[in-house]
């Protein structure tokens, strides 16, 4: 980061943004929005995820929106992967930075992914040694992200324990993780939750890098980004239009929105470098794209207050 109160933020509207849209977008279009986006000051992008077809059809193209967007200048490219399987495609991408994701609830894993917690943990260990051999000796080249969903409550289970999820966090940590992400999927966090929980996070985390994903089905998004930044985060993810959502989280509004949560930060004195007015820009083209699918969002509606850059300058200085 190139200044102390510096904020990092995750685009990954491409990836959680589009898993639950109804319109298919070309791999032209997706990857003409990781170029805005990086235009805009977003350089960190979760670009598609590595998931059997099938299930997913909308990263179909998941391959070819990988390697066209290692290709933009600027852009750190990253994809989500639920197994072995699918982080061996993206190291063969040629992808450095891959995320891996588990849930805190045993019931939602197994909805998930078909499989219980402990076997994606023994998952991870294996992707790890995978990413080990296939490197050079003494050259870290792909930095493997853990997330840990469900981290604030399950719609299935209900209330996750705070010791499930510190005890994910050690155990990926021990098994090599090189960033952990928290993850509120189906939107049940509330401030206090996070401060707490995040505060013995990152004191386990230590030097590890830690993300927070908030989603913001019941309103408190944004309240929690602030309950996190309190308890030292400073890595975010968020989608363009507030779009995706949880597929066993019924009635769920999707993820933070960007512009509002860049609004949020630098208004709170805090530097993402991102342009909010080219991101309002990009969220007109993608709602053409994605015609009857529901954005979100207080600046697109109100837009920026005539205070705010002064305001923004004068904390600054």
């Not at 994605?290 to 002064?310: C, D, S, V, W």
Request: proline share 4%; hydrophobic share 45%; glycine share 10%.
């Amino acid at each position: 980061m190139a200044t102390s109160n510096a904020v990092q933020i995750r685009e990954v509207g491409l990836r959680d943004g589009l898993q639950m849209v109804q319109t298919i977008l070309t791999s032209a279009q997706k990857l003409e929005w990781c170029r805005r986006m990086v235009d805009a000051g977003v350089t960190d992008i979760e670009v598609t995820s590595f998931v059997p077809p099938k299930v997913v059809p909308q990263f179909a193209d998941a391959a070819e929106v990988a390697q066209g967007a290692l290709a933009i200048e600027g852009l750190h490219a990253a994809a989500l992967v639920p197994n072995l399987k699918g982080a061996q495609r993206a190291f063969d991408v040629g992808l450095r930075k891959v995320h891996y994701v588990l849930s805190a609830s045993n019931e939602h894993n197994l909805k998930n992914v078909r499989r219980s917690t402990a076997e994606s943990v023994e998952d991870f260990v294996r992707i790890v040694a995978a990413r080990d051999e296939s490197e050079q000796p003494g050259v870290r080249g792909v930095a493997l992200g853990a997330g840990i969903a469900t981290a604030f409550g399950c719609t299935i289970a209900g209330r996750v324990d705070e010791g499930i999820v510190l005890d994910l966090v050690e155990t990926l940590l021990q098994a090599g993780a090189d960033e952990i992400t928290i993850a509120d999927t189906v939107g049940y966090a509330n401030p206090g939750q996070v401060r707490a929980l995040m505060r013995e996070v990152c004191a386990l985390a230590g030097d590890v890098p830690v993300a927070c994903h908030f989603h913001d089905t019941r309103g408190l998004g944004l309240a929690n980004v602030v309950a996190a930044l309190d308890a030292g985060v400073r890595s975010f993810d968020a989608s363009l239009g507030g779009l995706g959502g949880c597929p066993f989280a019924p009635n769920a509004t999707g993820n933070i929105n960007t512009e509002d949560t860049v609004f949020l930060l630098e208004a709170e004195g805090l530097h993402t470098g991102v342009d909010i007015g080219k991101l309002l820009v990009m969220r007109e083209q993608l709602a053409l794209w994605l015609p009857g699918e529901p954005f979100t969002g207080a600046i697109a509606r109100a837009g920026l207050p005539k205070t705010f850059a002064q305001q923004a300058q004068a904390i600054a200085a």
